[in-house]
Nanobody, 116 residues
Framework: QVQLVESGGGLVQPGGSLRLSCAAS????????MAWYRQAPGKQRELVAG???????YYADSVGGRFAISRDSTKNTVYLQMNSLKPEDTAVYYC??????????WGPGTQVTVSS
């Protein structure tokens, strides 16, 4: 059974920072390169950061230079450090494998709201 539990979201003012965490099941974490996605109200889910095959990283143009993805293999956990947050970053953030499709399993996500 897939287990993906996101945490760390909340309300933050523009320019602030948050660190999201994603605890995955051990088998899932060991099987796939992980990534972060987000979905804003009325918008499609989009990839924002991830580890591709071989450990290289990918960042969406909209977040490049502000977000940083990292992982702790001893904890089966993936992190997303989010700095210089903007109102347009407001969304529900999800973790999943790199390349996950819309019709695959998705966890509950964690809400990030950037507002003054």
């Amino acid at each position: 059974q897939v287990q993906l539990v996101e945490s760390g979201g909340g309300l933050v003012q523009p320019g602030g920072s948050l660190r999201l965490s994603c605890a995955a099941s051990g088998t899932f974490f060991r099987s796939y390169a992980m990534a972060w996605y987000r979905q804003a109200p009325g918008k499609q889910r989009e990839l924002v950061a991830g580890f591709s095959t071989g450990g290289s990283t990918y960042y969406a143009d909209s977040v490049g230079g502000r977000f940083a993805i990292s992982r702790d293999s001893t904890k089966n956990t993936v992190y997303l450090q989010m700095n210089s947050l903007k109102p347009e970053d407001t969304a529900v953030y999800y973790c999943n494998r790199f390349g996950a499709g819309v019709w695959e399993y998705w966890g509950p996500g964690t809400q990030v709201t950037v507002s003054s």
